[in-house]
């Protein structure tokens, strides 16, 4: 008797843990970032396959999560940064420059937003730059400062919020297909700045 | 009894609670797509009714319906039901700006994309269509005679087009977004055709 109910004891215990597990991992998996197959370049992310038939059941099951609208491959690319160079977080109470050559396109854009990928309000009601708005330098370089008082030259708002992040879109890129060959050397860095 | 030895002595429990874990974990990944509430095709219904085109409201702050938008974009969606026909989607390309359609499927897989690069004759001319309506079209084919709209074969029978007119300057988006409401989608059904 003693043994049927320790047996039926550790059967629930094993469903319980097993079923928590499973439900914990997908969580955290659809949680985390965006599925399998993502391309790293310096601190920017991308996942071609997400905007492709060929999007694996976790890219899928986040897309579906989010509600957000991917670009297909033959639109685009969008590339994701949440840190700064060392890794850290970008927080609103730092300053941060964005510098450097960019990749093939026929139109980039950057804009910022907060964690959850949502626009935010600043005064400025300035929300991204685009390739043929952005002033360059005299070597067709651009530099861009992001903080949250105003700054001349490119600058982007950061806005009310505590953490955000960076999106840059190519826009018919021939890097599509084989954005693994992609160079840290042809992307923005970003670099922070002073903090208060 | 020592942890390490305790876990050997239940072995077979823990072994059924990882396989039942694993069990889980895809059930709940794969399940994912079609239990979402709150997924685009649900979102975008609030624009108005399906197998309509809806220029979307601007990407500004607060008002956004789905997250990641580019805010340098004219948008705008037509959710589709193939039930009743093929889905004809119409635009004329009016500037020379990036413009794209992307083909959604119900449960967030993209089928197929274009931009204005691969329009002919400066226009959109395409027909979503379930795999018994594309047989039923080519049947009536005349031979030799190429059809003159493309024809995307839709994996499910509801999804969505998702459409953007790319904004390069603050000033020009008014004219994305007039090259948005020049985008049209109406469901034909084959015998009309």
Same mark, same amino acid.
């Given at each position: 008797? @003693?043994?049927?109910?320790?047996? &039926?004891?550790? &059967?629930?215990?094993?469903?319980?843990?097993? @079923?928590?597990?499973?439900?914990?991992?997908?969580?955290? @998996?659809?949680?985390?970032?965006?599925?399998?197959?993502?391309?790293?370049?310096?601190?920017?992310?991308?996942?071609?396959?997400?905007?492709?038939?060929?999007?694996?059941?976790?890219?899928?099951?986040?897309?579906?999560?989010?509600?957000?609208?991917?670009?297909?491959?033959?639109?685009?690319?969008?590339?994701?940064?949440?840190?700064?160079?060392?890794?850290?977080?970008?927080?609103?109470?730092?300053?941060?420059?964005?510098?450097?050559?960019?990749?093939?396109?026929?139109?980039?854009?950057?804009?910022?937003?907060?964690?959850?990928?949502?626009?935010?309000?600043?005064?400025?009601?300035?929300?991204?730059?685009?390739?043929?708005?952005?002033?360059?330098?005299?070597?067709?370089?651009?530099?861009?400062?992001?903080?949250?008082?105003?700054?001349?030259?490119?600058?982007?708002?950061?806005?009310?919020?505590?953490?955000? &992040?960076?999106?840059?879109?190519?826009?018919?890129?021939?890097?599509?297909?084989?954005?693994?060959? &992609?160079?840290?050397?042809?992307?923005?860095?970003?670099?922070?700045?002073?903090?208060? | 009894?020592?942890?390490?030895?305790?876990? #050997?002595?239940?072995?077979?429990?823990?072994?059924?609670?990882?396989?039942?874990?694993?069990?889980?974990?895809?059930?709940?990944?794969?399940?994912?797509?079609? /239990?979402?509430?709150?997924?685009?095709?649900?979102?975008?219904?609030? =624009?108005?009714?399906?197998?309509?085109?809806?220029?979307?409201?601007?990407? /500004?702050?607060?008002?956004?319906?789905?997250?990641?938008?580019?805010?340098?974009?004219?948008?705008? #969606?037509?959710?589709?039901?193939?039930?009743?026909?093929?889905?004809?989607?119409?635009?004329?390309?009016?500037?020379?700006?990036? =413009?794209?359609?992307?083909?959604?499927?119900?449960?967030?897989?993209?089928?197929?994309? /274009?931009?204005?690069?691969?329009?002919?004759?400066?226009?959109?001319?395409?027909?979503? #269509?379930?795999?018994?309506?594309?047989?039923?079209?080519?049947?009536?084919?005349?031979?030799?005679?190429?059809?003159?709209?493309?024809?995307?074969?839709?994996?499910?029978?509801?999804?969505?087009?998702?459409?953007?007119?790319?904004?390069? /300057?603050?000033?020009?988006?008014?004219?994305?977004?007039?090259?948005?409401?020049?985008?049209?989608?109406?469901?034909?059904?084959?015998?009309?055709?």
């Amino acid at each position: 008797m @003693a043994d049927a109910l320790l047996s &039926l004891l550790k &059967l629930i215990v094993t469903l319980i843990s097993g @079923a928590a597990l499973g439900l914990g991992t997908a969580y955290l @998996a659809m949680h985390g970032g965006k599925g399998f197959g993502a391309v790293r370049v310096g601190v920017w992310v991308t996942w071609p396959l997400l905007g492709s038939d060929a999007a694996d059941p976790y890219a899928r099951a986040i897309v579906s999560r989010t509600g957000e609208i991917p670009l297909a491959l033959a639109e685009g690319l969008t590339f994701t940064a949440r840190t700064d160079e060392t890794g850290e977080p970008l927080v609103a109470t730092c300053t941060y420059r964005l510098s450097g050559a960019m990749p093939a396109a026929r139109t980039w854009t950057l804009s910022l937003a907060d964690p959850g990928g949502y626009l935010v309000d600043n005064p400025a009601h300035r929300y991204g730059f685009t390739s043929q708005e952005i002033v360059r330098a005299a070597d067709g370089s651009v530099q861009i400062v992001v903080s949250r008082s105003a700054r001349a030259g490119n600058w982007l708002p950061i806005g009310n919020v505590p953490q955000f &992040l960076l999106l840059l879109r190519l826009y018919d890129t021939p890097l599509s297909a084989t954005a693994a060959t &992609l160079d840290k050397s042809t992307m923005l860095s970003i670099k922070r700045d002073a903090c208060r | 009894m020592s942890p390490r030895s305790r876990v #050997v002595a239940e072995r077979p429990w823990v072994i059924t609670a990882l396989v039942l874990a694993a069990a889980v974990h895809l059930v709940a990944v794969l399940m994912m797509p079609r /239990l979402a509430q709150k997924d685009a095709f649900l979102r975008l219904a609030a =624009v108005g009714p399906i197998n309509t085109f809806h220029p979307l409201p601007r990407a /500004l702050p607060g008002t956004e319906l789905t997250p990641f938008n580019d805010p340098a974009t004219a948008m705008g #969606v037509c959710r589709y039901d193939l039930a009743a026909g093929p889905l004809h989607v119409r635009a004329k390309l009016i500037g020379d700006g990036f =413009v794209s359609l992307s083909f959604h499927a119900r449960h967030d897989k993209i089928f197929y994309a /274009l931009t204005d690069k691969a329009a002919q004759h400066q226009d959109f001319d395409i027909y979503v #269509v379930t795999a018994d309506q594309l047989a039923a079209m080519q049947a009536k084919d005349v031979p030799d005679e190429p059809p003159k709209a493309l024809r995307v074969l839709a994996q499910e029978r509801r999804g969505f087009v998702f459409a953007r007119a790319l904004s390069p /300057l603050p000033s020009a988006y008014e004219a994305a977004a007039e090259q948005i409401a020049a985008i049209h989608c109406d469901i034909e059904p084959l015998s009309t055709q």
